[in-house]
């Protein structure tokens, strides 16, 4: 299966340069794998450079977890971190996904000096 980068997702989630959007749509179209770095990039750029909401980052990855050309590294882990942003927007994406990966694994608590994140079960503040 292929592989994408971070700037095919941001052309299928933002739909704002038509041309790549169909070359993106059609690299995808046989079929292509997310892994969670690539995912996690997207939704940090459509946060700081397109300015999505949580609720948007969420339903954005809702979208890709949907979609029918595109297999997302750890699905279940994606879709529980989802879950957690949208119980506690305040929390990023990026933190949510570790800590469900983490959490799969068996590999808790999360140590971090990020305040806002020690709040999440499974974290420890540091």
Not at 4 to 11: A, E, G, M, P, Y
Not at 43 to 51: A, E, F, K
Request: glycine fraction near 4%; charge should be neutral; hydrophobic fraction near 45%.
């Amino acid at each position: 299966m292929r592989t994408v980068d971070t700037n095919v997702l941001v052309r299928l989630t933002t739909r704002d340069d038509a041309r790549q959007v169909e070359i993106a749509e059609a690299f995808v179209a046989r079929g292509a794998w997310v892994p969670h770095l690539v995912l996690a990039e997207t939704m940090g750029v459509l946060t700081s450079v397109y300015q999505r909401s949580p609720a948007e980052i969420a339903n954005a990855v809702e979208m890709l977890l949907n979609h029918q050309h595109l297999t997302l590294q750890d699905s279940e882990a994606v879709a529980a971190a989802v879950a957690s942003l949208r119980k506690r927007p305040a929390r990023g994406f990026s933190d949510c996904l570790v800590l469900e990966v983490a959490r799969k694994a068996g590999h808790l608590p999360v140590g971090t000096f990020d305040r806002n994140f020690s709040k999440l079960a499974g974290v420890e503040r540091l």
